[in-house]
């Protein structure tokens, strides 16, 4: 088996760019400084809608399972806040079938109810010849819904390469793709929302891939980076599988054994980028096992009709990318909170 130098390689090369469009691009919240943590905290019972009303006296937050104050709170609701939503087709990691399955659930989720839409939102589409977005955003999903029309042809181009090496570049098309759409949300003012339709890139992890040290800190330095930006562009990413029931338990639930914060180079895995791994920590869901796109795409949104916006002060360390996990009880029987899983502290 190969190993993965040239994939560790080209990460490298790409990140810097990107998190320096960042600096210059993302506005931080209310004018304080860069060591605030903002977190987006989602609220709900078992089943049913995200819980309003809740005080700043019902949340206690855990930075590396020490209580820490918080030092801002605001309750909020998509219609007090600016918000985007983008909703991308992923034509590189499914198959054309499933494509043109997805899109035909998407234009059912634009024109619901009269094609009147919640939040504004944008397309974007992912073929083998890139990330594709568009840049203006609009409440009206009936105009929405033609435009995708447009895209049909496009979704077809696939040129890649089969087997194990379409694998390596499916998997550096799709991240190419996460550092573009971060770096344009980044530009977006408000909180964003990106709907990712796809069953995931290839995780390329097991016993039969092979990285040596220094590719393994490469990918702990795109993990770092990862969170960072997500975190600075405000974005919290969903990942809705159009595979349905008929997606593998190895191919739904695989991404699971990586969802654990990486706290040391030595600890990585390609399989810690994937797209299910990121929506997870970065506070957003992993939706499958229905056919019913079009549904889940409302489930998505409906998480963001009312949230918590709490900050904190970043805990003080002596040691560039220390991991910290973040935890948030809630004072309230049957409630669990929901946010970004963890930050990178630097000193």
Sequence with gaps: MPTYRTIAIVFAALLPGCVAALAQQAPLPNGTDDKTIYLNVVVAGKSGPPVSGLTQQDFTLFDNKAPRPITSFKAVSADQEQMETIVLLDAVNARFTTVSYAQAEVQKFLTANGGKLAQPTALAFLTDKGLEADSSFSTDGNALSASLNNHTSRL???N??????????RLQISLNAIHQLTSYASSLPGRKLVLWISPGWPLLSGPGVEMDTAERRKI???????SGLLRQANVTLYDINPIGPGESVLGADYYQSFLTGIKDPGQTDLGDLGLQVLAVQSGGLVLLGTNDIAEMLQQCTADARTWYEIGFSEAPTEKPN???????????????????TGYYAQP
Aim: aromatic share 12%; hydrophobic share 35%; glycine share 10%.
């Design 156 to 158: 077809r181009e696939i």
């Design 160 to 169: 890649r390469s089969a087997g194990f090496w379409g694998a390596d570049e």
């Design 220 to 226: 702990f330095g795109d993990i770092v980076d990862f």
């Design 322 to 340: 220390e991991y910290h996990q973040i935890d948030i009880k809630i004072d309230k029987p049957g409630l669990k909170a929901r946010t970004r």
